[in-house]
């Protein structure tokens, strides 16, 4: 059999305005509990409504936007202290179960499941460079891919949507992550992709559990500067013309 010519995937103005929105939203220019005007945006983005639309609906399913009958769209606001501890409360027993499944099927098979050279790299986080801001957006971007994979892989829609959903909800304070951070979610990335790739269930379901203890400390911290400190807001860049 010769081989499958890959064509590149083209992007949409869809595609293009989600990009920028959700970029927007992770990097706070459009901060929290913000309003949002579809005629505003299609007019300083050079955009025209119809693929707004279609971004903001994108954006409202990952959990980013929030749409409410005559008010419109606005960015999801913060999560209070309570919501903070109920989402990790969820995670810790969705994820472990997630990443023993993962292990138990496995990444050597012949399906479309996860191989071991991609959960591999998907378990790395980017460099931390100068610019801080695009290595949070980078970093943010990269753990939540590392996640759905795993849950992904685990073989259950159900369970991989949930974490997905609520995933999106950390978006907006891993931007208060601290460089360091980052290198120590790395080693528990790897430490997760390496059981499930020996399928080890037992030893990726507690290296899960592990990782979201510790990752529930750095998210506290993050999540009370996000609170009490907000981040400075960028200068927003003029539509081109």
Do not use: C
């Not at 409410?68 to 027993?93: H, K, N, Q, S, W």
């Not at 304070?173 to 390496?194: F, M």
């Not at 790739?197 to 979201?212: G, W």
């Amino acid at each position: 059999m010769g081989e499958i010519q890959a064509w590149p995937t083209r992007q949409t103005l869809a595609d293009k305005a989600y990009v920028e929105l959700k970029s927007r939203i992770l990097q706070s220019i459009l901060e929290p509990g913000a309003k949002l005007s579809i005629d505003g945006l299609a007019k300083h983005l050079a955009i025209s409504q119809t693929p707004i639309r279609e971004a903001m609906a994108r954006l409202e399913a990952e959990g980013l936007l929030e749409r409410r009958p005559l008010i419109g769209y606005t960015v999801t606001p913060l999560l209070t202290i309570a919501e903070f501890e109920d989402l990790f409360d969820l995670r810790m027993l969705m994820e472990p179960l997630a990443a023993r499944r993962s292990a138990e099927r496995g990444t050597d098979r012949h399906d479309l499941g996860t191989s071991a050279m991609t959960l591999r790299m998907l378990a790395q986080t980017p460099e931390y460079h100068s610019d801080a801001k695009l290595s949070q957006l980078e970093f943010t971007e990269a753990d939540a891919r590392f996640h759905a994979e795993v849950a992904v892989n685990s073989g259950s829609t159900v369970l991989a949507k949930a974490i997905r959903r609520l995933d999106a909800h950390l978006h907006l304070h891993r931007a208060y992550i601290e460089p360091e951070s980052i290198g120590e979610t790395e080693v528990e990335h790897l430490a997760v992709a390496e059981a499930i790739i020996a399928k080890q269930p037992l030893a990726a379901e507690e290296a899960m559990r592990r990782h979201l203890e510790r990752s529930r400390i750095r998210h506290r911290a993050a999540f009370e500067a996000a609170r009490t400190e907000p981040a400075p807001k960028p200068k927003r860049a003029k539509a081109k013309r």
